[in-house]
Protein backbone atom coordinates (compact mmCIF):
# COMPACT_ATOMS: atom_id res chain seq x y z
CA UNK A 1 0.00 0.00 0.00
CA UNK A 2 1.39 3.85 -0.20
CA UNK A 3 3.48 5.16 2.15
CA UNK A 4 4.77 8.52 3.23
CA UNK A 5 7.67 8.97 4.44
CA UNK A 6 8.66 12.57 6.01
CA UNK A 7 12.03 13.72 7.29
CA UNK A 8 13.29 15.08 9.41
CA UNK A 9 11.31 14.39 12.34
CA UNK A 10 12.43 17.11 14.68
CA UNK A 11 14.10 20.66 13.17
CA UNK A 12 15.63 23.78 14.98
CA UNK A 13 16.23 26.72 13.55
CA UNK A 14 16.74 30.40 13.76
CA UNK A 15 14.27 33.38 13.30
CA UNK A 16 14.71 34.19 10.22
CA UNK A 17 16.10 31.22 8.82
CA UNK A 18 14.40 28.48 6.15
CA UNK A 19 13.04 25.75 6.80
CA UNK A 20 12.75 22.83 4.74
CA UNK A 21 10.65 19.59 5.35
CA UNK A 22 10.93 16.85 2.85
CA UNK A 23 8.91 13.97 1.88
CA UNK A 24 8.59 10.60 -0.14
CA UNK A 25 5.64 8.39 -1.58
CA UNK A 26 5.44 5.30 -2.85
CA UNK A 27 2.20 4.71 -4.56
CA UNK A 28 2.24 6.46 -8.14
CA UNK A 29 -1.17 7.03 -8.48
CA UNK A 30 -0.85 9.54 -5.71
CA UNK A 31 -1.81 12.99 -7.38
CA UNK A 32 -2.67 15.32 -4.52
CA UNK A 33 -0.34 17.06 -2.24
CA UNK A 34 -1.93 18.40 0.97
CA UNK A 35 0.42 20.05 4.14
CA UNK A 36 -0.68 20.58 7.61
CA UNK A 37 0.27 22.44 10.79
CA UNK A 38 -0.65 21.80 14.10
CA UNK A 39 -0.04 24.12 16.89
CA UNK A 40 0.13 22.13 20.39
CA UNK A 41 -3.32 21.07 21.05
CA UNK A 42 -4.82 22.13 18.10
CA UNK A 43 -6.22 20.66 15.31
CA UNK A 44 -4.39 20.42 12.16
CA UNK A 45 -5.01 22.77 9.35
CA UNK A 46 -4.31 22.76 5.47
CA UNK A 47 -1.66 25.54 4.45
CA UNK A 48 -0.96 25.15 1.57
CA UNK A 49 -1.50 21.95 -1.31
CA UNK A 50 -0.05 21.27 -4.65
CA UNK A 51 -1.38 18.73 -7.40
CA UNK A 52 0.46 16.81 -10.09
CA UNK A 53 0.11 18.61 -12.42
CA UNK A 54 2.41 21.27 -11.09
CA UNK A 55 5.74 21.60 -10.04
CA UNK A 56 5.97 24.35 -7.25
CA UNK A 57 3.53 26.25 -5.87
CA UNK A 58 3.95 29.58 -3.28
CA UNK A 59 1.54 31.56 -0.76
CA UNK A 60 3.35 34.16 0.62
CA UNK A 61 6.51 32.25 2.58
CA UNK A 62 5.19 28.96 2.43
CA UNK A 63 6.14 26.91 -1.38
CA UNK A 64 5.96 23.46 -1.57
CA UNK A 65 7.66 21.83 -4.39
CA UNK A 66 7.21 18.62 -5.99
CA UNK A 67 8.83 16.08 -8.91
CA UNK A 68 6.54 13.56 -9.53
CA UNK A 69 9.67 11.52 -11.49
CA UNK A 70 11.25 11.13 -7.57
CA UNK A 71 7.65 10.56 -5.95
CA UNK A 72 9.27 13.06 -3.48
CA UNK A 73 7.72 16.74 -2.64
CA UNK A 74 9.21 19.41 -0.26
CA UNK A 75 7.66 22.01 1.80
CA UNK A 76 9.72 25.31 2.64
CA UNK A 77 9.02 28.24 4.72
CA UNK A 78 11.65 31.39 4.29
CA UNK A 79 11.84 34.17 6.83
CA UNK A 80 10.98 31.71 9.48
CA UNK A 81 9.17 33.53 12.92
CA UNK A 82 8.59 31.99 16.49
CA UNK A 83 4.72 31.50 15.17
CA UNK A 84 5.56 29.03 12.79
CA UNK A 85 6.77 26.29 15.54
CA UNK A 86 4.29 23.67 14.97
CA UNK A 87 4.17 20.23 13.80
CA UNK A 88 3.89 19.73 10.47
CA UNK A 89 2.27 16.88 8.35
CA UNK A 90 2.69 16.21 4.55
CA UNK A 91 0.33 13.67 3.14
CA UNK A 92 -0.35 12.35 -0.68
CA UNK A 93 -3.95 11.15 -2.39
CA UNK A 94 -4.96 9.37 -4.83
CA UNK A 95 -7.23 11.43 -5.68
CA UNK A 96 -10.78 9.75 -5.24
CA UNK A 97 -12.50 11.75 -2.20
CA UNK A 98 -9.25 12.14 -0.10
CA UNK A 99 -10.19 8.70 1.67
CA UNK A 100 -7.10 7.16 0.15
CA UNK A 101 -4.82 9.86 2.10
CA UNK A 102 -1.61 8.63 3.63
CA UNK A 103 0.33 11.19 6.38
CA UNK A 104 3.57 11.38 6.99
CA UNK A 105 4.44 10.88 10.57
CA UNK A 106 5.06 15.14 11.10
CA UNK A 107 8.29 17.96 11.70
CA UNK A 108 7.88 19.15 15.02
CA UNK A 109 9.36 22.49 13.88
CA UNK A 110 11.13 25.17 16.19
CA UNK A 111 11.64 28.53 15.30
CA UNK A 112 14.57 30.23 17.99
CA UNK A 113 13.79 33.44 18.21
CA UNK B 1 -19.53 27.94 4.10
CA UNK B 2 -18.38 24.27 5.45
CA UNK B 3 -18.04 24.16 9.00
CA UNK B 4 -17.16 20.75 11.37
CA UNK B 5 -18.31 20.29 15.45
CA UNK B 6 -16.64 17.82 17.47
CA UNK B 7 -17.75 17.20 21.20
CA UNK B 8 -17.08 16.83 24.03
CA UNK B 9 -13.65 19.15 23.75
CA UNK B 10 -12.30 17.15 27.10
CA UNK B 11 -13.05 13.97 28.02
CA UNK B 12 -12.04 11.56 31.74
CA UNK B 13 -13.22 8.08 31.50
CA UNK B 14 -12.81 5.20 34.12
CA UNK B 15 -11.58 1.94 32.46
CA UNK B 16 -14.76 -0.19 31.46
CA UNK B 17 -17.23 2.99 30.91
CA UNK B 18 -18.59 3.15 27.44
CA UNK B 19 -18.22 6.23 24.91
CA UNK B 20 -19.91 8.61 22.38
CA UNK B 21 -17.97 11.32 20.53
CA UNK B 22 -20.04 13.05 17.90
CA UNK B 23 -18.96 15.14 14.70
CA UNK B 24 -21.10 16.98 12.53
CA UNK B 25 -20.87 18.67 9.26
CA UNK B 26 -22.56 22.01 7.96
CA UNK B 27 -22.58 23.78 4.95
CA UNK B 28 -22.09 20.34 2.80
CA UNK B 29 -23.40 17.37 1.45
CA UNK B 30 -22.39 14.27 1.35
CA UNK B 31 -19.04 14.30 2.79
CA UNK B 32 -16.47 11.65 3.07
CA UNK B 33 -16.08 11.70 7.29
CA UNK B 34 -12.82 10.28 8.94
CA UNK B 35 -11.89 9.51 12.67
CA UNK B 36 -8.28 9.73 13.27
CA UNK B 37 -6.26 9.30 16.97
CA UNK B 38 -3.41 10.91 17.97
CA UNK B 39 -1.14 9.84 20.55
CA UNK B 40 0.91 12.16 22.72
CA UNK B 41 3.35 13.93 20.34
CA UNK B 42 3.20 11.13 17.28
CA UNK B 43 1.32 11.29 14.23
CA UNK B 44 -2.50 10.81 12.56
CA UNK B 45 -3.88 7.45 13.19
CA UNK B 46 -6.90 6.79 10.81
CA UNK B 47 -9.99 4.64 12.79
CA UNK B 48 -12.86 4.71 10.44
CA UNK B 49 -14.25 6.75 7.04
CA UNK B 50 -17.15 6.91 5.77
CA UNK B 51 -18.05 7.67 2.18
CA UNK B 52 -22.02 7.54 3.00
CA UNK B 53 -25.24 6.93 5.35
CA UNK B 54 -24.43 3.62 7.28
CA UNK B 55 -21.30 2.84 5.35
CA UNK B 56 -18.45 2.59 7.90
CA UNK B 57 -14.79 1.20 6.76
CA UNK B 58 -12.71 0.41 9.54
CA UNK B 59 -8.44 0.53 9.21
CA UNK B 60 -7.08 -0.76 12.17
CA UNK B 61 -9.14 -3.15 14.47
CA UNK B 62 -10.11 -2.46 18.29
CA UNK B 63 -12.76 -2.42 20.71
CA UNK B 64 -14.07 1.49 18.63
CA UNK B 65 -17.04 1.18 16.16
CA UNK B 66 -18.48 4.03 13.80
CA UNK B 67 -21.93 4.79 12.75
CA UNK B 68 -23.01 7.46 10.79
CA UNK B 69 -26.83 7.36 11.27
CA UNK B 70 -27.34 11.04 9.33
CA UNK B 71 -25.25 12.20 5.98
CA UNK B 72 -23.62 14.74 8.14
CA UNK B 73 -23.02 12.83 11.32
CA UNK B 74 -20.17 10.78 12.67
CA UNK B 75 -20.25 9.13 15.84
CA UNK B 76 -17.41 7.20 17.38
CA UNK B 77 -18.17 4.52 20.25
CA UNK B 78 -16.70 1.86 22.41
CA UNK B 79 -18.81 -0.56 25.13
CA UNK B 80 -15.54 -1.14 27.25
CA UNK B 81 -12.78 1.60 27.37
CA UNK B 82 -8.91 0.31 27.88
CA UNK B 83 -6.32 2.62 28.50
CA UNK B 84 -4.64 2.41 25.64
CA UNK B 85 -7.57 4.00 24.50
CA UNK B 86 -6.51 7.63 25.64
CA UNK B 87 -5.58 10.02 22.91
CA UNK B 88 -6.44 12.99 21.34
CA UNK B 89 -9.51 11.89 18.57
CA UNK B 90 -10.16 14.31 15.71
CA UNK B 91 -12.83 14.01 13.18
CA UNK B 92 -12.47 15.31 9.40
CA UNK B 93 -14.37 15.87 5.95
CA UNK B 94 -13.86 16.07 2.86
CA UNK B 95 -16.12 16.45 -0.38
CA UNK B 96 -16.26 13.41 -2.34
CA UNK B 97 -15.43 14.49 -5.25
CA UNK B 98 -11.77 14.04 -6.57
CA UNK B 99 -8.48 14.87 -4.60
CA UNK B 100 -9.61 17.06 -2.18
CA UNK B 101 -8.24 18.77 1.75
CA UNK B 102 -9.65 16.69 4.70
CA UNK B 103 -10.49 19.35 7.07
CA UNK B 104 -10.47 17.98 11.04
CA UNK B 105 -12.61 19.03 13.28
CA UNK B 106 -11.42 20.85 17.05
CA UNK B 107 -10.58 17.28 18.72
CA UNK B 108 -11.35 15.63 21.85
CA UNK B 109 -8.78 14.75 24.24
CA UNK B 110 -9.51 11.73 25.89
CA UNK B 111 -8.06 10.54 29.37
CA UNK B 112 -8.73 7.23 30.50
CA UNK B 113 -8.28 6.69 34.20
Known amino acids: GENVEQHPSTLSVQEGDSAVIKCTYS??????FPWYKQELGKRPQLIIDIRSNVGEKKDQRIAVTLNKTAKHFSLHITETQPEDSAVYFCAASTGTGGFKTIFGAGTRLFVKA | SQTIHQWPATLVQPVGSPLSLECTVEGTSNPNLYWYRQAAGRGLQLLFYSVGIGQISSEVPQNLSASRPQDRQFILSSKKLLLSDSGFYLC????????????FGDGTRLSIL
Open chain 1, 27 to 32: DSASNY
Open chain 2, 92 to 103: AWSGAAGAQPQH
